[in-house]
């Protein structure tokens, strides 16, 4: 019976790690995707010498307009 339990609890701790590695891994994709658009929003809107506030508020500026005039290969699919 212990050793039934010790296989048990390794296993679980397999399962465990394994969700760990999953949530490491898309938490790296995650920040990669951001650094990359933040570095495309930079170099296409000139704005590295704003603050986070001031972009913010340049986004939002114009964020209607483009969502509107957005191309429909662009827009967010509904799943």
């Known amino acids: ?3 039934h339990f010790k ?3 390794q296993e679980i ?3 465990e790690r394994s ?3 999953d949530s490491q891994k ?4 995650r920040t990669r995707r951001l650094i990359q658009k933040g570095a495309l929003l930079e170099n296409y809107f000139e704005c590295e ?6 972009t913010e508020e340049l986004l939002r500026a ?3 307009y483009v969502n509107e005039k957005k191309q429909e290969k662009f827009k967010k699919k509904n799943s």
């Not at 898309?26 to 994709?29: A, G, L």
């Open 7 to 9: 296989q048990l609890q």
């Open 1 to 3: 019976m212990s050793n």
């Open 26 to 29: 898309e938490r790296k994709e």
């Open 49 to 54: 010498h704003l603050s986070i506030e001031e």
């Open 62 to 64: 114009f964020s209607q």
């Open 13 to 15: 701790n397999r399962v």
């Open 19 to 21: 969700i760990q590695l």
